[in-house]
């Protein structure tokens, strides 16, 4: 039987969500209101790894948060989820896009860096696991392969540099942890966050050259 949340906490979510939005909102200003669309969710991953919040931003104009009420700090996940998901209509309404229509690799890897260096930046309090889960030394092994194959290809939802579970594909969220760290390098060079949706694919590489290049290799 699919639970559903009681009605304080769906207002308690919301306010939670109002909370979030207004931090960024006093950020990133945009021209397009955003609607943001409620779901329950029962899934077991979003539970026990997502401290019970889930975010899709579908356009500059239309997110959707998914949640469960059950789950310890759920309201701190939605605090976190709602920075990232409006961070994430900032950067469709910087590129006149939405997530219909074909974004690059590399462009993707820039609203994910923008995304999760500001969620870090306003709400440090609410962290996303995704973003740490692997480090400069596992990226690298994989950066190669990523710059040569991936970069130029569309993004794909779920993506499988992103979120790939299987037993031979890329280790599940790799493409979170690079995008953080692309973002962080990006701002200790001098970048500003708002800044982000104008970075090109060569932004990237170099970036990530001077990140992630093995030197035996390079």
């Avoid at 401290?51 to 309201?75: C, H, P, Q, R």
């Avoid at 996303?128 to 950066?143: A, F, G, V």
């Avoid at 170099?206 to 992630?212: A, I, P, R, S, V």
Wanted: proline share 5%; charged share 35%; glycine share 6%.
């Amino acid at each position: 039987m699919i639970q559903k949340p009681k009605t304080e906490e769906l207002e308690e979510a919301k306010e939670v969500v109002r909370r979030g939005v207004k931090k960024v909102e006093d950020f990133f200003p945009k021209k397009t209101d955003v609607k943001i669309g409620f779901g329950w969710t029962e899934r077991d991953f979003i539970k026990k790894h997502m401290n019970g919040a889930s975010g899709l931003t579908l356009s500059a104009e239309y997110l959707e948060i998914d949640f469960n009420s059950n789950v310890e700090n759920w309201k701190t996940s939605i605090l976190g989820t709602s920075v990232h998901e409006y961070a994430h209509t900032y950067f469709y309404e910087a590129k006149a896009m939405d997530a219909e229509d074909s974004m690059p690799m590399w462009m993707y890897i820039l609203s994910e860096a923008l995304t999760l260096n500001t969620t870090e930046k306003l709400v440090p309090e609410s962290p996303e696991p995704w973003r740490t889960e692997h480090s400069k030394e596992d990226i690298t092994e994989y950066w190669k392969q990523i710059k040569e194959e991936e970069l130029e290809r569309p993004y794909e939802y779920p993506d499988p540099l992103f979120i790939d579970k299987s037993e031979d594909g890329y280790p599940n969220w790799l493409g979170y942890s690079l995008a953080y760290l692309i973002g962080k390098q990006l701002l200790e060079e001098g970048h500003k966050l708002e800044e982000f949706p104008d970075l090109s694919e060569k932004d990237v590489i170099n970036t990530g050259d001077k990140l992630f290049n093995d030197e035996d290799t390079a």
